[in-house]
């Protein structure tokens, strides 16, 4: 795994939902070989896998707060736990985190991108505002994932 890893969570199967793994795909073969690129449906166990031993973990992935689709969300703190399912992931994110903390594999330093969703029925293409959405989020993450430098050992 390289020090840092962008991770692309979603659903091909639910419209927006695909928005973070459109976005990992666009970032595959674009970056520097010291950040990894990965797919994942969201399955804690697999989230803390991938970012296990990287200094900077961005995860993107689809969301519903209310703003209009496309919006784009940026947190640099892990998300707060919910006992309410989102969008189509029962578990998610948040139990990613409390999974990392438990375990004492969180990343050094955890980013979230939320792109806001508007269409997650099942068998719906991703919506026009998402789409654009997506292709600045790419385009952003590509530009500073390449201008930066990998962070070197604790010193």
């Given amino acids: 795994m390289g020090d ?4 692309g969570l ?11 793994l459109e976005v990992a795909r666009r970032l595959r073969g674009a970056l520097p070989p010291s950040v990894a690129v990965v ?10 896998e991938a970012w296990s031993g990287a200094a900077l973990a961005i ?3 689809a969301v519903r707060s209310g703003a209009p ?28 985190v409390e999974l990392g903390r438990a375990l004492g594999r969180l990343p050094g330093e955890l980013v979230v991108v939320g792109i806001e969703g508007g269409d997650f029925t099942p ?18 993450l590509r530009e500073r994932l390449s201008r930066e430098r990998p962070a070197g050992p604790p010193g």
């Fill in 4 to 7: 840092r890893v962008v991770i």
């Fill in 10 to 20: 979603g659903s091909d199967l639910r419209g927006d939902d695909s928005a973070g």
């Fill in 39 to 48: 797919e994942s449906s969201g399955d804690p166990a697999a989230l803390v």
């Fill in 59 to 61: 995860v993107v992935d």
């Fill in 69 to 96: 689709p496309g919006t784009v969300h940026l947190a640099a703190e892990p998300p707060a736990p919910s006992r309410q399912p989102s969008g189509s992931h029962a578990l998610g994110l948040a139990d990613a």
């Fill in 123 to 140: 068998g719906a293409p991703m919506t026009p505002p998402v789409l654009a959405a997506v292709r600045r989020t790419a385009r952003g």
